[in-house]
């Protein structure tokens, strides 16, 4: 028997509570994992607990949901769920999306389920309303723990003051035009608001041109945009403007520039500009969307919101506030021309059959060619993977011409299928019907091996479809030669460090390598990393990588291996190495960067003066890794290549390096 929890609740602040229960519509959290999947414990960290808004984390013990309407979710498994609240707090908890509890005034281990639930799988959603406002922790059955949540892929971010925050409302941010077209959507959905905010920082009036960029809606720590990336942004600001003696001049300067900003951090989205209720700054909010689509950004569209809502029965007061109604009214007229905007897409993808290369439920890992062909996606460098969820009993692999590659299901040990083409079985032993996960990876094309490297999609049984795999939270990229490959090794890329370390830290990965690589470029036509580091293709100068599919949080640099006897001075290869720091900077703004020294050690200094002109020029997320001693004579399968008990030996050395600055 499948069940489900729902637990949400309001942001900090307003006037008015509701104590008993009440129905809340819109899209709840299914679980999509299979009986194989690792149980979490419910703590703060537990990875398979999903933060939706701006949270802080930074404690391992006390998650903070800044901003408003945040809030999290899970799946877990047992019959009853507990959370964990330090000082007096109010929130919404609502079981099996049924109906929402107020729960006024609570601390320590709350019960949700004062009635337990029937034995199975169950989903979770909290958010808070106010008091002391932090998340503990959860309590589960002996023997029970958590599963990672099937959540909407999209995600939509509202940007405004009180009016988007839901202040005057019962229930503030739930009764939120934000928080209803978020549901009403299907996306997950976030509230960057606060009472009395305005657009511009001036006369005592915070601005959100600015403090959008920060962590909380006080104080000035940056947050960290590579923890989620929005599909789509809506503003409402110019309300409370009015009244700081902000000009118009100032007032199109501030929302142009915010903008452009918002675009530079959400390269992908729509962004919408909404007519204040009271329309204020008219004018100057359609000239700054205007000068938008005349720079080139066409995904801005201004939203004319006269006549959404009547006075006398639309506002709570005479200070544009709406009430319940109001705001319900509002999102009946936002959700369809935010739909219309990202309909396209949608409406595409849901015309994609299931496990098809476009399907969205397929997720390509590592720089894929998704452009070229339709109906063949092409994996570049090396240790690219797919990975996805399916139903049924069986799955079949749909291959062109031949190609070695391996599949693994439901985490289970991966299968090698030698010269596999055609349509592959990859269950000749039917499984048990349910839900399960796919990864498949191929072998790395270069040199000598010239397979057929592209996925063509799979053959599922009649009704099955696919669904969205647990996605690690983090992603680490190692660049590199044919050592970060996995040359001389038993699977290649599969048994390279780099495979390795994502595997145990629990972290994607990729590894933008390929054997006789070297950093600097030379006449020689060795390929230079320096040089194709941006690029889709190792051997290919066009096109550049499109570096907003992913963000890294972590980049390990293992190059100049192949440097030595090509004429490269000193200064030549301190001055690359410097360049790609940059460049690997630029393109992964939050991540940690590890330049390696090389198992050989070939040009050391200049490897150590290149991170410390980084580290010397503001850069605090670069470190050098001294590898000396790491690997024995055994451990070499000739005299540069590590064989597989070598790899294991830099990972086990490695990846404690690596997850103690990622925390």
């Not at 989903?123 to 958590?146: E, H, K, M, N």
């Not at 983090?474 to 970060?484: A, Q, R, V, W």
């Not at 194709?532 to 390990?556: E, G, H, M």
């Not at 630029?586 to 002109?613: C, D, K, M, S």
Request: proline letters at 4%; glycine letters at 12%; aromatic letters at 10%.
């Amino acid at each position: 028997m499948t069940t489900s929890v729902t637990v949400w609740g309001l942001a900090p602040g307003g006037p008015r509570a509701h104590a008993a229960a009440h129905a809340i519509q819109g899209a709840h959290v299914a679980q999509a994992a299979h009986a194989t999947q690792t149980l979490g414990n419910g703590s703060v960290t537990d990875p398979n607990i999903s933060y939706v808004g701006r949270w802080d984390l930074s404690s391992g013990t006390a998650a903070v949901p800044n901003w408003t309407g945040g809030y999290l979710q899970t799946a877990f498994t047992g019959t009853t769920v507990k959370v964990k609240v330090r000082d007096a707090v109010n929130f919404y908890a609502g079981v099996d999306g049924g109906a929402d509890v107020f729960y006024a005034g609570v601390r320590g281990t709350v019960d949700l389920t004062p009635r337990p639930l029937p034995q199975g799988n169950h989903t979770l959603r909290i958010s808070y309303r106010s008091g002391d406002t932090v998340f503990q922790g959860l309590v589960l059955d002996p023997g029970a723990g958590t599963t990672a949540p099937q959540v909407p892929a999209k995600l939509i971010e509202f940007v405004g003051d009180s009016i988007t925050a839901g202040a005057l409302t019962d229930r503030l941010a739930l009764d939120s035009y934000a928080w209803k077209t978020g549901e009403q959507l299907g996306m997950r959905h976030t509230q960057i608001a606060r009472s009395g905010y305005c657009l511009v920082g001036k006369d005592g009036c915070t601005g959100l041109a600015t403090q959008f960029f920060k962590t909380a809606s006080t104080g000035d720590r940056n947050w960290d945009f590579s923890r989620y990336q929005a599909s789509a942004v809506v503003i409402n600001l110019g309300t409370n403007d009015i009244g700081h003696g902000v000009t118009g001049a100032e007032f199109q300067a501030a929302y142009t520039g915010l903008l452009r900003d918002i675009r530079a951090t959400y390269p992908n989205a729509v962004l919408f500009a909404v007519q204040t209720l009271k329309k204020r700054y008219v004018t100057e909010t359609k000239a700054a969307v205007s000068a938008r689509n005349s720079a080139g950004d066409a995904k801005v569209s201004y939203v004319d919101t006269t006549g959404w809502l009547t006075d006398g029965t639309d506002y709570e007061d005479g200070n544009g506030h709406p009430n319940e109604s109001g705001h319900t009214k509002f999102a009946g007229r936002l959700a369809p021309i935010v739909a219309a905007k990202l309909g396209a897409a949608a409406t595409e993808a849901a015309a994609v059959a299931p496990g098809a290369p476009g399907d969205p439920n397929v997720k390509f890992t590592g720089r894929w060619d998704t452009k070229t062909s339709t109906t063949a996606y092409t994996p570049y460098w090396a240790g690219a993977y797919v990975r996805t969820g399916f139903t049924g009993r069986t799955v079949k692999l749909k291959q062109r011409d031949a190609i070695d590659l391996w599949a693994g299901i439901d985490g289970g040990p991966a299968t090698f299928y030698d010269e596999a083409k055609g349509t592959v079985n990859l269950t000749p032993t039917p499984l048990s019907a349910g839900n399960h996960t796919l990864q498949v990876n191929y072998q790395v094309v270069a040199g000598s091996y010239h397979g057929d490297a592209v996925f063509q999609g799979l053959a599922l049984d009649s009704g099955a479809t696919t669904f969205t795999p647990p996605t690690p939270k983090k992603l680490i990229e190692f660049i590199g030669d044919s050592i970060t490959v996995g040359t001389t090794t038993s699977q290649n890329a599969r048994t390279a460090y780099g495979w390795l370390i994502g595997e145990r830290l629990g972290a994607d990965h990729t590894q933008i390598a390929q054997g006789g690589a070297a950093l600097v470029d030379t006449a020689d036509d060795r390929m230079s990393l320096e040089q194709q580091f941006t690029k889709l293709n190792p051997n290919a100068i066009t096109p550049d990588w499109d570096f907003s599919r992913y963000q890294a949080n972590a980049v390990v640099i293992n190059l100049g291996t192949n440097d030595v006897g090509r004429g490269v001075t000193s200064a030549q290869f301190q001055a690359a190495y410097s360049s790609l720091l940059r460049k690997v900077r630029a393109a992964y703004p939050n991540a940690w960067i590890f330049a390696l020294e090389t198992f050989r050690g070939r040009f050391v200094p200049e490897t150590q003066a290149a991170v410390n002109a980084a580290v010397s020029g503001g850069d605090a997320k670069v470190s050098f890794v001294d590898t000396t001693g790491w690997l024995a004579a055994d451990e070499l399968s000739d005299s540069v290549h590590p064989n597989d008990k070598g790899h294991r030996a830099i990972a086990d050395r490695l990846a404690p390096i690596i997850s103690a600055k990622l925390g």
